[in-house]
């Protein structure tokens, strides 16, 4: 059987893999530790779930283990992500003594290995409070914040740099996002998994049983948003773009969803979609459960164009899903999107519902377009924002940190491993 | 003379944010003077080993943000010209910019801006650069290996030469230098290759295109 790395050489070339072999020789043996808030649902989880075999096959030991709590500590947890994001969401300090409490408990249950873990990766703000606790560490911390924090609700981020400068170095997708901090701040974008089930090649008839078992036609356009039902994805402003374009052109809209156990406002945000949709029999509202994989995966091919109409977005996962299956993409003008969808090359970034029903109709009626656009959006992801690109940068930062604040790091081999022709 | 071998090194690039922006013209002369020598590295050569698409219209993330989002086609037409490996060191390209963003302003009527979100953010580099255990005595030998070195291979040897060799060369062509005057026609043709407007993967099919036509050439 093909060892995981293998597999990858043969989407990315072996020239891409023998690089990150180089690259962790360093770093065989070392502790890595990542922490997160939920292991099913959402981006983070789902590059964690392919990183961690990958780093162990390239011999370095690494784990993944996540935090656990009560419904009141992600109801702080989701309220810091929308203040985050900016939304002015006050926290009521019992709620705060919850997220401290719930930090700690995690602490007494995973204290061992964090305190023993050569490095250790906290993502995003559920389990940012751990360090406090860990005052017995060996190893050097980082943060990793994955989502939009260029405009915080300042009590918020106050409350949460208060945790987070004690750090040694801390991650973000985009420099847009970067708060003041005294210590390092490494810009890394996430990347996508090109063979997870989510983004592997699937049969023809597979993607056709999917829609037929939806009720959803092939031979009207067909105009997708996956994400979570969350309001910072606009799903609203998705149907109104939807009735902007159906006076027009026949199309269906599918708007996606499926939801993560660290967010408890997914049903209210649903029901909210439910009602605005009405009894439209070409809005389908999908209810997809966490590993609903291969589904969003056909959903994604057969659709004509893929949109991500988020108002506030750290990193669309969806979009460079879409474009990595040759779609066009239309996502909203904020955050990473600038960085994924290059305007009018692999498709268009839109401020309003307006412009993104401008853009289909555009789209729709040039197919040479579409198919051009389709062809660079692949061209693009393999280029810049598969997972090996994001491993090679964990890699690099690891020792960057380990070899101090130098420039310039060169790493000698031992004479045993030269080879000379 | 005897030269050694060419030692195949490779390099990985990691990206640092200064925490530096600017909203303007003049913000962004200002920041310009005292950032870290790093971001100009960075801005220069570093989007070579960063995200960006395949049709790289300007040579400088400067010239990028002048002309998408100040919306100065001069300027970011000037600012797109400046070779980076004329200069003997970054503190002299850093004067030239700053020259070139003082005239702008000075001729200007208002100082061009971008809307917020909009900002140039200085990012500066780390790079870690390692010995891949491979090295070619005969240059003949790297006909074969040109084609499989990976992009961070030919950028330590193709761009990240050219601030640390005599002259601002790619290694490749110091490296030749080191036979006497045998592989003459070989390094004119490596000198030749423009690495502006380009990408690391185009560029790796320029060398191993000068390599493939010297030696077939009975050389």
Redesign the interface.
């Known amino acids: 059987m093909e060892s995981l790395l293998e597999q990858y050489a043969s989407v990315v070339g072996?020239?891409?893999i023998?690089?990150l072999k180089?690259?962790a020789?360093p770093l065989k043996g070392m502790k890595i530790l990542h922490i997160n808030s939920t292991k099913e649902g959402g981006g983070v989880a789902e590059i964690l779930n392919r990183l961690i075999p990958l780093k162990k096959e390239l011999g370095i030991d690494a784990e993944w283990e996540i935090i656990t709590g009560e419904k009141d500590f992600y109801q702080c947890t989701k309220k810091m992500h929308n203040s985050l994001q900016g939304n002015r969401d006050d926290i009521s300090s019992s709620l705060l003594a919850v997220y401290e409490s719930t930090n700690l408990q995690n602490f007494e249950r995973l204290g061992k290995k964090l305190e023993e873990a050569d490095i250790v990766f906290i993502h995003d703000p559920q389990p940012a409070a751990l360090l406090h606790f860990c005052k017995k560490r060996k190893g050097k911390w980082l943060w990793r914040c994955h989502i939009d924090v260029?405009h915080p609700y300042r009590p918020v981020w106050k409350y949460l740099r208060e945790y987070i400068k004690d750090y040694d170095a801390s991650i973000?997708s985009l420099?847009?996002f970067?708060q003041?901090l005294s210590h390092?701040?490494?810009?890394?974008?996430p990347s996508i998994d090109p063979l997870s089930e989510k983004n592997i090649e699937l049969p023809k008839k597979e993607i056709s049983d999917f829609f037929d078992s939806w009720g959803i036609r092939r031979n009207t356009p067909i105009v997708t948003q996956v994400s979570r039902f969350d309001r910072f994805k606009d799903p609203v402003g998705v149907i109104q773009s939807y009735r902007l374009i159906q006076n027009y052109v026949p199309v269906q809209l599918v708007l996606a969803g499926g939801s993560a156990s660290d967010d408890p406002e997914g049903q209210e945000v649903l029901q909210e979609v439910k009602a605005y949709a009405g009894n439209d029999p070409d809005i389908h509202i999908l209810e997809l459960p966490p590993d609903a994989h291969r589904a969003i995966n056909a959903l994604q091919r057969g659709s004509d164009i893929i949109i991500q109409k988020s108002l506030k977005e750290g990193f669309g996962l969806t979009v460079t899903e879409g474009l990595w299956k040759g779609k066009p993409v239309i996502g909203g003008d904020t955050g990473g999107i600038k960085?994924q969808v290059?305007d009018h090359?692999?498709g268009f970034r839109v401020s309003t519902p307006e412009g993104a029903a401008m853009r289909v109709r555009y789209l729709l009626k040039h197919p040479g377009t579409m198919k051009r656009m389709g062809k660079?959006a692949r061209?693009?992801v393999l280029?810049?924002?598969l997972i090996t690109?994001q491993l090679?940068?964990y890699?690099?930062?690891i020792?960057?940190l380990l070899?101090g604040?130098?420039?310039?790091?060169?790493?000698?081999?031992p004479p045993s491993?030269?080879?000379?022709? | 003379m005897i030269n050694e071998?060419f030692k195949i090194s490779?390099c990985?690039?990691?990206?640092?944010?200064t925490?530096e922006?600017a909203q303007n013209l003049r913000e962004f002369r200002d920041r310009l003077k005292n950032v870290h020598p790093?971001c100009l590295?960075y801005h220069f050569w570093g989007g070579l080993l960063h995200?960006?698409?395949?049709?790289p219209e300007f040579q400088n993330d400067f010239a990028v943000w002048a002309s998408r989002y100040l919306h100065d086609s001069k300027i970011s037409e000037q600012l797109s010209i400046i070779d980076p490996n004329v200069f003997d060191n970054i503190e002299d390209l850093r004067n030239e910019i700053i020259e070139i963003v003082e005239k702008r302003l000075f001729e200007s009527e208002h100082i061009p801006w971008v809307k917020t979100?909009h900002?140039f953010?200085f990012?500066?580099?780390?790079?870690?650069?390692?010995?891949?255990?491979?090295?070619?005595?005969?240059p003949r030998?790297l006909l074969e290996a040109i084609p499989?070195?990976?992009?961070?291979s030919i950028f330590f040897h193709f761009i990240d030469s050219r601030r640390r060799t005599p002259g601002n060369r790619n290694d490749f062509s110091v490296w030749l230098s080191g036979f006497d005057d045998k592989y003459n026609g070989l390094i004119e043709a490596l000198d030749n290759i423009d690495p502006s407007f380009t990408t690391l993967n185009e560029l790796r099919q320029e060398i191993n295109f000068a390599f493939k036509n010297y030696f077939k050439e009975g050389n």
Not at chain 1, 405 to 413: G, N, Y
Not at chain 2, 127 to 137: E, L, N, P, R
């Open positions: 072996n020239e891409v023998d690089h180089q690259l020789n260029s973000w420099s847009a970067v003041p390092p701040q490494y810009l890394i974008p960085l290059i090359y692999c660079n061209q693009f280029d810049n924002y690109r090679r940068e890699l690099t930062l020792v960057g070899y604040s130098k420039e310039k790091i060169e790493l000698k081999l491993l030269t080879t000379g022709k | 071998g490779d990985a690039l990691i990206a640092i944010a925490g922006k790093g590295y995200p960006h698409f395949d049709d979100g900002e953010h990012i500066r580099s780390q790079i870690v650069i390692f010995d891949t255990g491979v090295s070619y005595a005969d030998d499989k070195m990976s992009l961070g």
